[in-house]
């Protein structure tokens, strides 16, 4: 049996959607609870990328709503990367 604890990797050469869309997948199979989520996908993470989700406050990453919290703050970061790189 799969052991649904461990969110997906995000490696490098996966994309932001790619790696939103198997969190979202996993959001729905997990069985850890709601405020565990967030901080399970931050040490998922490695690089720039936990850098990142580290300026989230714990209280909010242990929230219900950690998940979206997270998601959007890398949201951001990767449009903002993604943009700079277009220049």
């Known amino acids: 049996m799969a052991n ?4 997906p ?3 490098d050469i996966l994309s932001f959607e790619s790696w ?4 979202d997948i996993w ?3 997990t069985d850890l609870k709601k405020p565990q989520q967030a901080g399970a996908l931050v040490l998922s993470l490695n690089g720039e990328k936990r850098e990142v989700a580290k300026e989230i ?3 909010e990453l242990n929230s219900n ?5 997270l998601l959007d703050k ?3 970061s990767y449009s903002k990367n993604s943009k700079d790189e277009a220049y």
């Open 4 to 7: 649904f604890k461990a969110p």
């Open 9 to 11: 990797l995000w490696p």
């Open 20 to 23: 939103k869309q198997e969190v």
């Open 27 to 29: 959001l729905t199979v």
């Open 57 to 59: 406050g714990l209280a």
């Open 65 to 69: 709503d950690g998940p979206t919290i």
């Open 74 to 76: 890398l949201k951001e």
